[in-house]
């Protein structure tokens, strides 16, 4: 049998480059190097394909604005599918075209919008239940990035097992990698002040990131802890530039870097002395894989998906503050377990490939046609 001709939807990437864009990013890299699929992109992402030798189609400018990308999906991108020839189609967040004779595979990234409502907006939260129910009710195969994400979807929504095809994601090694003690020196001179040492969290500050518990554990430590650093986009979450401001003034010191460029990100996370991530749940918690990649110390919850990407190559704690801090203290006293879990970590990432990935995506290509 000759294989499916598949058309992947890149047009949702986000501007910032956040987790679904590295998602898409290490994904058609490594599937350019096997069996590559056509990509349909907007006119600012066609060249980043372009060069990795995918075939592109550019679609119209005016997806760049969600709700006209929308409505594209549903009529226009049908219409590129049955002009292309292809067989299939994969849309790799959620939505998906509901018209059309062509196999579809859409990629799910967690179901926290049933099990964490007040994580999300109402909105936002009633958007993708829509779209995850008509998911479960439909005959597209199902990409599900854990198997915690696999299992809740089948037992939430009562989707058939079958039609889940599990694919980790992987990191990409030229980004995240152990630092140089340059590299981290320089990152450390670049902070206003220049820190000695830091705690870090990488994320969108969002409710489910649970950053107010973890700014309240910090101060709970003391002048005397590390500053903590906090990189990622301002996200949604009302608590916590209230929690940040209450620190400041109590004198902790608490910064709030906001998206910090992809080159400085292993000097960043590899140099600090614990990476931090107290999430309340995650369909797979990417920002953890990336930072045992760089020889981290990472101190998360073992909510939803995360044991299966940290295993025990990672210390956990409670959610609430009091935990968080508990947590802290102990790490921080102990510097030979925080290297000891720095070089688990690296091994274990190792694990998480997006070539794994990639021949996931394939299967699930092959299963759909």
Known sequence: MTAPRVLVDATAIPADRGGVGRYLDGL????????????????????????????????????????????????GLPRMVRRGGFDVLHSPHYTFPMIGRFARVVTIHDLTFFTLPGAHSRVKRAFFRFWLRRLARGRAVVLAVSEATAQEFARILGADRSRIIVAPHGYDPHVFHPPTTEAVASFARAQ??????????????????????????HRALGPDAPPLLLAGGPGWDPRAPEAIADAREAGGDVRALGYLPLEQLSSFLGGAE?????????????????????????????QLALPEVGGDAVAYTGTDAEAIASALRELLADPERRARLGRAARARAELFTWGASAERHLLAYREAR
């Open 274 to 302: 614990l990476v931090v991530y107290p999430s309340l749940g995650e369909g797979f918690g990417l920002p953890v894989l990336e930072a045992m990649a760089t020889g981290a110390a990472v101190l998360t919850t073992d």
């Open 28 to 75: 058609l890299e490594a599937l350019a190097a096997r069996d590559a699929p056509t990509v349909v992109a907007r006119a600012d992402d066609a060249e980043r394909f372009r060069a990795l030798g995918l075939p592109v189609i550019v679609a119209p400018r005016y997806v760049a604005r969600a709700s006209r990308r929308i409505v594209w999906e549903q009529f």
């Open 192 to 217: 206003h002040p220049p820190v000695e040492g830091w705690i870090a969290f990488l994320g969108t500050i969002e409710p489910r990131k649970n950053v107010p518990a973890l700014v309240a554990a």
